[in-house]
C-alpha cells in the first residue's frame, strides 16, 4: 500500500475558515514534509518537520506529527483563496537516502 | 534562495523521437537531483535518483535505457526521454538538494507525444 496517505481526497471551504488535511503513513520516517502545487506547475515547499518534532507553525500553517500513530496533520488558518491548490505530504523514510515518497494529494478549493 | 529551473516548460514531439529535459539549480551545488513524472490528478512517482558523476538509480519498473539520465555537473542534470511514445506523454518533474533534506522542485516539464 501507499506511503502518505492524505485524507480527506478533496476539500472545499469558504475563504476566512480553517483547512485541516490529514496524512497517515507507514513506515519510521526522518521527517515528513508538505508540498502546495498549484494547477499544471511545480511544487512549492510548505514545511518540514522532523521525527523528533511534534508541532511546527510557519505563518498561517501548523503542522502536528505523531510518530505513534504515523499521522501528521496540516492546518491552514484563516483560507484565503489563493490558498486554493493540491497538497501534497511527502515522507523522507528511514534508509531511503532522502528519497521523497508522496501522497495521493489533496485538493483544496477556498470559495471567495 | 533555491532555485531551481527546468527547460523547456513544454514540449510536443512526434512518436518516435528523442526529447531532452534539462534541470538546473540555479544558486546552490546540488550533490542529487530527483526525477518524478506526474500523470493528471494524480501523485508525483519517483523515477530515479541523480548523483553528481555517477549512474543514476531507477525505482523499479523505470527503463533505464528508456528514461536516460545525466547529472554532469553539481547544477544540472537532463532527463532525456528516447523514441518517446504517446504514453510517455506526462508532466516531469525534477528537484535539488544539497544532501539530506529538504528537495528544491522546478516548474516542471510537459511532454505531449503526438
Known amino acids: 500500500s501507499q506511503q502518505g496517505e492524505e485524507d480527506p481526497q478533496a476539500l472545499s471551504i469558504q475563504e476566512g475558515e480553517n483547512a485541516t488535511m490529514n496524512c497517515s503513513y507507514k513506515t519510521s520516517i526522518n521527517n515528513l514534509q508538505w508540498y502546495r502545487q498549484n494547477s499544471g506547475r511545480g511544487l512549492v515547499h510548505l514545511i518540514l518537520?522532523?521525527?523528533?518534532?511534534r508541532e511546527k507553525h510557519s505563518g498561517r500553517l501548523r503542522v502536528t506529527l505523531d510518530t505513534s500513530k504515523k499521522s501528521s496533520s496540516l492546518l491552514i488558518t484563516a483560507s484565503r483563496a489563493a490558498d486554493t491548490a493540491s497538497y501534497f505530504c511527502a515522507t523522507d523514510r528511514t534508509g531511503a537516502n532522502s528519497k521523497l515518497t508522496f501522497g495521493k494529494g489533496i485538493t483544496l478549493s477556498v470559495r471567495p | 534562495g533555491a532555485v531551481v529551473s527546468q527547460h523547456p516548460s513544454r514540449v510536443i514531439c512526434k512518436s518516435g523521437t528523442s526529447v531532452k529535459i534539462e534541470c538546473r539549480s540555479l544558486d546552490f551545488q546540488a550533490t542529487t537531483m530527483f526525477w518524478y513524472r506526474q500523470f493528471p490528478k494524480q501523485s508525483l512517482m519517483l523515477m530515479a535518483t541523480?548523483?553528481?558523476?555517477?549512474?543514476?538509480?531507477?525505482e523499479q519498473g523505470v527503463e533505464k535505457d528508456k528514461f536516460l539520465i545525466n547529472h554532469a555537473s553539481l547544477t544540472l542534470s537532463t532527463l532525456t526521454v528516447t523514441s518517446a511514445h504517446p504514453e510517455d506523454s506526462s508532466f516531469y518533474i525534477c528537484?535539488?538538494?544539497?544532501?539530506?533534506?529538504?528537495?528544491?522542485f522546478g516548474p516542471g516539464t510537459r511532454l505531449l507525444v503526438l
Open positions: 518537520i522532523r521525527s523528533n518534532e
Open positions: 528537484s535539488a538538494s544539497r544532501g539530506i533534506g529538504t528537495q528544491y
Open positions: 541523480s548523483n553528481e558523476g555517477s549512474k543514476a538509480t531507477y
